[in-house]
């Protein structure tokens, strides 16, 4: 790890010496602060006491990590927990524990292992904020949410897990089981290509997966994938869109023939838009949650770049990338 630091700042060492002698550094924007709910639990982060007490109570532990000043943070606080209809359902049936992933706060997991709030993080492989972990006062992990999600995903995985319905499924059959109308109605793209062969395709690949149930795919569609900069990124892919109801035969990179409604399946996608990104024919990373234009833009710029050689995770190179780009004094906007 003390290598990785030492070549990473060697590496940024020209961008801040070329943006000292031209000018300011750019700035982040489009932060938003935001308190914590006053009804979250007060917890000394020792969760094997967390798990026990609401053992006792019958009820599950919800850890919430975030970020001081995300936007996606305090916009689902602010739909789920703050206000909203789970608010209270969330408060009745769950202890809920926040965790800030950049933290210095010590930390004992359910396995007693020591921790920082940060180390954490890493060990439950966070890559977004906010992540959602839900724990079993008997088994511990049930479900791991990734990044925002809208209110009615939310609901779906508080009743999930409140009705230990992980005893018995997965939470991608689970959803099937809900009944959810169609809103949507697919929107053509003009880098959207027609494609249902990947076997041997080894440049980048993006499979986007939308259905008509999705209350999140419009919004999508017009404040993230019509952004120019996003634009950009997706001429460098062959960018699929597939129905995930679809039964519809396709192979896969991997040379399997399936469908795209099993294929969401077997990748355990539980959100729609849901985007896996791949290069030379494999898996490099997945947005199974939304992100803003310029997350999203520079997730695809780490496949299709080729930055996912060189950095050990999406998390390395947007923390290197961030720094490059205010050095060049360029303004980062973190908004919608």
Same mark, same amino acid.
């Given at each position: ?23 300011? @550094? ?10 914590? @709910? ?9 969760? +094997?006491?967390?798990?026990?007490? =609401? +053992? ?14 995300? &936007? ?28 800030? *992933? ?11 292992? &020591? ?14 904020? &906010? ?28 009743? /999930? ?8 499924? =997965? ?115 997945? *947005? ?13 710029? /780490? ?10 995770? *999406?998390? =390395? /190179? ?19």
């Amino acid at each position: 790890m003390r290598l990785l630091s030492v070549v990473l700042i060697a590496m940024l060492l020209p961008f801040a010496a070329w943006a000292g002698a031209a000018g300011t @550094p750019g700035r982040l924007k489009g932060g938003e602060a935001y308190a914590l @709910p006053q009804w979250f639990k007060p917890s000394f982060l020792d969760f +094997r006491s967390d798990l026990d007490e =609401a +053992r006792r109570r019958g009820r599950h532990v919800l850890v919430f990590l975030h970020l001081d000043d995300c &936007p996606y943070c305090a916009r689902m606080l602010k739909e789920n927990f703050v206000s909203g209809d789970s608010r209270d359902f969330a408060q009745r049936h769950f202890d809920v524990i926040a965790v800030n *992933i950049r933290g210095a706060l010590d930390v004992i997991w359910i396995d007693g292992t &020591p921790h920082t709030e940060r180390t954490l993080a890493r060990q439950l492989r966070v890559v977004a904020t &906010p992540t959602i972990v839900f724990l079993a006062p008997d088994t511990g992990p049930v479900l791991q949410l990734t990044g925002y999600r809208d209110a009615r995903a939310v609901r779906h995985a508080l009743e /999930y897990v409140q009705g230990r319905h992980y005893r018995s499924q =997965a939470f991608t059959e689970y959803l099937v089981t809900r009944e959810m109308p169609a809103v949507y109605e697919f929107r053509d793209h003009p880098q959207f290509a027609v494609a249902t062969y990947f076997k041997g395709y080894r440049k980048p690949l993006a499979i986007l997966f939308e259905d008509r149930h999705c209350t999140a795919c419009a919004r999508f569609q017009e404040r993230t994938l019509h952004h120019p900069d996003v634009i950009a990124e997706m001429k460098r892919f062959l960018f699929v869109r597939l129905d995930a109801d679809s039964d519809r035969p396709v192979v896969d990179p991997a040379g399997n023939m399936t469908t795209p409604a099993q294929w969401a399946k077997t990748l355990g996608l539980t959100y729609r838009p849901a985007l896996v990104l791949f290069d030379e024919g494999r898996e490099i990373f997945r *947005i199974d949650g939304q992100l803003y234009h310029f997350h999203f833009k520079e997730a695809l710029r /780490y496949v299709s770049g080729g930055h996912h050689r060189r950095y050990p995770s *999406i998390s =390395a /190179y947007n923390a290197a990338r961030r720094e490059e780009l205010l050095q060049q004094g360029i303004d980062i906007d973190y908004t919608e």
